[in-house]
Structures are given as structure tokens and as C-alpha cells.
């Protein structure tokens, strides 16, 4: 191959910018659109489960990588690019998705996830997260190299890698197997726990402690790292070992357990939520200078060109002359989607405008986010709250009450939340192909052809998902969305919220920022960021526990010779993804209304779920410990 030539960002391409290869052939599409399916689905009830979704990318290049190079054996890595792009952004959009639209259910103004308006509500999200991410790649990813993006790197290395030989796709399918084994034993025939907890009072205070019995969850800490599993399990015990306790007067009216989840589900939660806003709104100061950026950036995708020289192809956007329809489009659908939920045009107009300058501030603040510190601390939950907030807020002064306004907040809420979620992994997968010399073109138009192809599989998914476990259950208790429910009932119903939850939260935020300064001035490599610990406040503690399991062993018995904090060195990060794919699809499978299953469950159930989730933990460490051309 001959030697690479920089291009004007200063990023020598494993593909140089004056080679042409195949790129976004109907093959790498189609592999594409399949994978954002599966992976959508895949996220949308891990999401729900856990309120957490983990990125797509790297399972997906390795899928794609076993398709195109092992059984069709000449598949291009840019090729493999575009599949691996099209699937992260079905994941994204399920993150979208899942933490809004709930929220309709669970306070009462739909019966059932309604198809057209879910449908519209995540493309319209995702679109604009695709066309405001258009601008801003070179504002904040060309022009920012302080911006590491360390999935899009990792992603990028495992495309490179996969050049060799697409190795690697068997660990991913024996984590599908145990995965979907795991879920079938607890979900289907019940021989297992979800979840092995318990509570016990001393005098008035009442302590909790449990873990959930779930492969996905022990992968998201592993995927993410001790560092964000450790923040995470931190909120955790601030809301179950310190708060509750704290505030807890059990009079021996029912049970000790009874009494930790009331107290946490009305009260303690909430002070994830001011720590969420806190957060929020430090991102949205600390990335004020990449919004105005992405605005400016404006100008220099007119015409693909530059100065009057043109452009090299691994520089190329959209131009205008596409973005714009797409983006007048765009508007006038939601405009017609708030005006078929509430019936007021005024209003829907009002909500239209609202959604599209929320939608590209915050699509600027995830980006900025992921870029800095990776896609698990993007503030996702936070800045849909702001935009949820400011939209109540709005409509609360035009006087408008009722189901008409909880529906406009809650769409308004919903496509910030799509376009955002979009936007940070796009951003991540736009730095991949800047590392491997793909046409950002390519790569933007195939993403806005993700979207379509994805969108309409939610509604459907989150139906099944319902009519089986019920969201807002212990089984899928959708945090993020019981949360929207409650602010919107307590804006727009007869809801009430813990005022004083808040303001101890927002403190915890407060504090979090600053010893955050205080380390990153003294130049220590771990750091409070706000979101993870506000997100394990506001999740059952036995969520929190395998995250942190996962983070632990990632830590201690990944390779020696690899860096924990990388997502591509050891075959630990191929297993995980598989147990998530694979949890995931069996629990969808078994919400299918025609699949009965005899349930055989006993009183010795919780000791086996604690003794085959250790077995499943020792084939971690196991796979921890190689490398994926070992595997």
C-alpha cells in the first residue's frame, strides 16, 4: 500500500484520502439495516431494563467483518465501516426511544405504544441528531483533537485489525447463547432469580442489599470499565446505604422491604434527578464554545469545498443543497406530529420550535461529551430533563393544561432525546471513519437511511415488551421514563415531586463538579463525573451491583499487557456484547403472545442463581484474559 497522505485535519487515514474503495455498497447496506434491527431491539429492552444502553459499534464491526471478509472473503473496511455505522445508529435511536415514549403509558394518556406517532417521534429525533451532526464533525471532531472520542478510536482499531481476519465472531455467539440461556431460565421457565435481595431493620432504620441475576448488566460494567461501573455503584450507595437509612422510620408496618422501596421510589430517586439537572447544565455551559462552532460550521459544507480548493473525499459532507430539505422536511413533520397529538396548532407550532432549538444545542453538548469521556457518561437523562423542563415551563404560560400538554412535553422531550442520543454515537462512529479514511458523505446519507430502516421496529418491540413484563415493573422498570411520567404529572396532573430530594441532589451535584476541578487540575486520571453517579442514585442498588462486578473483573483480569480503560484489547469486550444481544433477544422472543412456558421455580431458586451467575463470572475472567485471535 502506498504511504498515507495526512489530510487537512492532521489524521493520517489507514485509508488515504486520494484511494478509492468500495464503500457503500447495496451489500454493506443491507448487512447494515439488518444489524440496526437487531441491535435497536437489542438496546430497546436493555434500556428499559436497566436505563442504560451500551454501543453497538464494535459487535457490529465484528459481525460485519465475519459476513463480508469470512463468507464472502472480500469485503473492504469501508465497507464494514458503513455496516458498523448503520447498526449503532438502530442502538442509538432505541436510547431515544425507550427513555421518553414510556412515559406516555406509565401517566395514562396512551393505552399502548401507538405505531405512527412512536414511529414519527424517533425519526424525527433521529434525523435531526444525523443533519446537526453534519456541521459539527468538523467543529468538534476535525477541528478538536483534545476531543479523543474512545470508542469511535477503539471501533476504528478493531476495523483495522479485522483486515487480518474477522475473528472474534464465535466469542460473540457463545455470549448470544449464554445470554439467551440466562434469560430463558429466569424469565421463561423461572428456574432462576432476576433478582436476589433483601432488607432488614434495625430499631427505625431499614438497610437493603441485593443483585440482579442478569449477564447484560454484568456486561455493561465490563464494557464501560471500573472507572464508570465504580461512579455508578458510588450513586448507589448514596441513595441505598446513606439515604435511606437516613430517612427511613420503619414503625413495623410491613415488611423491611416493603418499606426501602417505598421510601426509594417515592423519595430517595429523586435526588438522582437534581443531580441529573446539575449536571446537565454544567455540560451545556462547558460546551457553549462548540455550539456556536457548529453554527459557524455552517459555512463550510456549502458547497464541500473550502477556500476555493477542493475539497479531499475524506472531507466531503452533505452539502446544503441536501441538508436543507431534509431538515424543512423534518420540521414540517413534527410540526404535523404535535399537531395530530393535541389537536392545537398554535401549540404544535410552539413545541416545534422549542424541539429544534433544544435539539441542536443539546446535540452539540453529546457530542462534545462522548468526545471528551466516552458515550457512558453522556448526559443524555439530564438534558432531557432541561428540554422537557423549558418546554413545560412554555406551555405552562401560554395556558396550556391537561393530556394536550403532557403530550406536547413529552414529544418535545422525546425527539431532543432521539436527536442527542443520535448525535453522540454518530459523532463516535464519524470519528471511526476519519480514522480509516472513509467519505463522511458516505457515511452521513447511509446513517439517515438507518434511521427510516429502524424507526418503525420500536413501537411494535416496546408493545410485546409491555404486554409481557409490563414497563414500569420490577421486570422492566424504565427509570428514565417513570421519571418523565412524574414530572410531567406533577407539572401538568396532580403529581407532586420532592422538592427537598431535589435540592439535596443538585448539592451532590455541586460537590461532584468540584473535587471533578480539583482532579482534573492535580492531573488524576479518575474523575467524578456527574452523570454515572446520578444515574446509579436513581436505579435499584441491584442493578448497580453486576455493574460494578463487570467493571471489576474488566480491571483485574483483562490481558496484563492491555490497557482496561480500551474497549478492543481482550476478547471480555466480544462476550459481553454477546450476552447483551443475547439476554436481550430472548427476552423479546419470550414477550411473543403465543410462546407458554411451564413455570418450575422453587424455594432453592436463589442459591443456583447466585452459584451459576459466579460460574458465568469465572468464564469471564477466562475470556478476559485473551485476546480475540486467541478466543
Not at 453497538?56 to 459476513?67: H, L, N
Not at 418503525?456 to 422498570?477: D, Q, T, W
Not at 433477544?585 to 418450575?600: D, K, R, S, V, Y
Request: aromatic share 8%; charged share 10%; net charge neutral.
Amino acid at each position: 500500500m502506498a504511504t498515507n497522505e495526512k489530510t487537512n485535519d492532521g489524521i493520517q487515514p489507514y485509508i488515504p484520502a486520494e484511494k478509492t474503495v468500495p464503500e457503500a455498497t447495496l451489500r454493506a447496506i443491507g448487512i447494515g439495516a439488518l444489524l440496526a434491527i437487531v441491535m435497536g431491539a437489542a438496546n430497546c429492552y436493555l434500556g428499559l431494563y436497566a436505563g442504560m444502553t451500551v454501543s453497538a459499534s464494535i459487535p457490529a464491526a465484528v459481525i460485519s467483518m465475519a459476513i463480508l471478509r469470512g463468507i464472502l472473503r472480500n469485503g473492504t473496511i469501508l465497507e464494514n465501516n458503513i455496516a458498523q455505522t448503520m447498526a449503532s445508529t438502530g442502538e442509538s435511536l432505541a436510547a431515544g426511544a425507550i427513555f421518553t415514549i414510556p412515559a406516555l403509558l406509565l401517566v395514562g394518556v396512551w393505552k399502548d405504544f401507538e405505531f405512527w406517532p412512536t414511529t414519527a417521534i424517533v425519526t424525527c429525533g433521529g434525523l435531526l441528531g444525523v443533519i446537526f451532526m453534519v456541521p459539527l464533525r468538523r467543529a468538534l471532531i476535525v477541528n478538536r483533537p483534545d476531543l479523543i472520542y474512545p470508542e469511535g478510536v477503539a471501533c476504528s482499531e478493531v476495523l483495522i485489525t479485522g483486515q487480518k481476519g474477522g475473528s472474534g465472531i464465535k466469542v460473540i455467539g457463545l455470549g448470544l447463547g449464554l445470554g439467551a440461556a440466562f434469560k430463558f431460565l429466569v424469565s421463561g421457565v423461572q428456574l432462576l432469580k432476576g433478582t436476589v435481595d433483601g432488607a432488614v431493620a434495625a430499631g427505625s432504620r431499614v438497610f437493603y442489599m441485593g443483585t440482579d441475576i442478569s449477564p447484560a448488566l454484568l456486561a455493561v460494567g465490563y464494557i464501560v470499565n471500573l472507572h464508570i461501573a465504580t461512579l455508578v455503584f458510588l450513586g448507589g450507595a448514596i441513595g441505598w446505604f446513606i439515604a435511606l437509612p437516613l430517612y427511613t422510620q420503619h414503625t413495623g408496618d410491613g415488611t423491611a422491604y416493603d418499606t426501602a422501596w417505598d421510601l426509594w421510589s417515592t423519595q430517595i430517586r429523586y435526588i438522582g434527578v437534581g443531580t441529573m439537572l446539575v449536571g446537565a447544565v454544567h455540560s451545556i455551559w462547558n460546551v457553549r464554545s462548540g455550539i456556536v462552532a457548529g453554527v459557524l460550521g455552517l459555512r463550510t459544507i456549502h458547497s464541500g469545498d473550502g477556500d476555493g480548493v477542493e475539497t479531499v473525499r475524506t472531507e466531503r459532507d452533505l452539502p446544503l443543497r441536501v441538508l436543507f430539505p431534509v431538515l424543512g422536511g423534518t420540521g414540517v413533520a413534527t410540526f404535523a406530529l404535535y399537531f395530530s397529538l393535541i389537536g392545537n396548532a398554535g401549540v404544535a407550532a410552539i413545541a416545534a420550535i422549542i424541539m429544534i432549538a433544544a435539539a441542536f444545542i443539546f446535540v452539540a453538548v453529546a457530542t462534545y461529551i462522548v468526545g471528551l469521556v466516552g458515550g457512558s457518561n453522556s448526559p443524555v437523562s439530564g438534558m432531557t430533563i432541561c428540554a422537557l423542563l423549558f418546554a413545560a415551563f412554555v406551555l405552562l404560560m401560554f395556558g396550556v393544561k391537561g393530556d394536550s400538554a403532557i403530550l406536547a412535553t413529552l414529544g418535545v422531550a422525546g425527539v431532543v432525546c432521539c436527536a442527542a442520543c443520535t448525535a453522540g454515537d454518530i459523532a463516535q462512529d464519524l470519528k471511526t471513519g476519519q480514522l480509516v479514511g472513509a467519505t463522511p458523505k458516505n457515511l452521513q446519507w447511509t446513517e439517515l437511511l438507518a434511521v427510516f430502516v429502524s424507526a418503525s421496529i420500536f413501537a411494535p418491540v416496546m408493545s410485546l415488551l409491555h404486554n409481557k413484563y409490563v414497563i414500569g415493573s420490577e421486570e422492566l422498570a424504565a427509570p428514565q421514563a417513570q421519571l418523565f411520567s412524574s414530572l410531567v404529572n406533577a407539572f401538568f396532573g396532580d403529581g407532586d415531586l420532592p422538592t427537598n430530594m431535589l435540592m439535596y441532589g443538585a448539592a451532590i451535584g455541586v460537590v461532584l463538579i468540584i473535587i471533578n476541578t480539583f482532579l482534573e487540575r492535580s492531573q488524576y486520571a479518575f474523575r467524578t463525573h456527574v452523570m454515572p453517579v446520578a444515574v446509579g442514585i436513581y436505579l435499584p442498588l441491584s442493578l448497580s451491583v453486576p455493574i460494578l462486578l463487570g467493571g471489576l473483573i474488566r480491571h483485574f483480569a483483562s490481558n496484563a499487557s492491555a490497557d482496561p480503560d480500551r474497549m478492543d484489547t481482550d476478547s471480555g469486550v466480544l462476550l459481553g456484547s454477546g450476552l447483551i444481544a443475547g439476554e436481550a433477544l430472548m427476552g423479546i422472543g419470550l414477550a411473543i403472545p403465543f410462546i407458554h412456558l411451564t413455570t418450575i421455580g422453587g424455594a432453592w431458586s436463589s442459591p443456583l442463581s447466585l452459584l451459576l451467575f459466579a460460574g458465568l463470572m469465572a468464564v469471564f475472567v477466562i475470556y478476559a484474559r485473551k485476546s480475540p485471535s486467541q478466543a
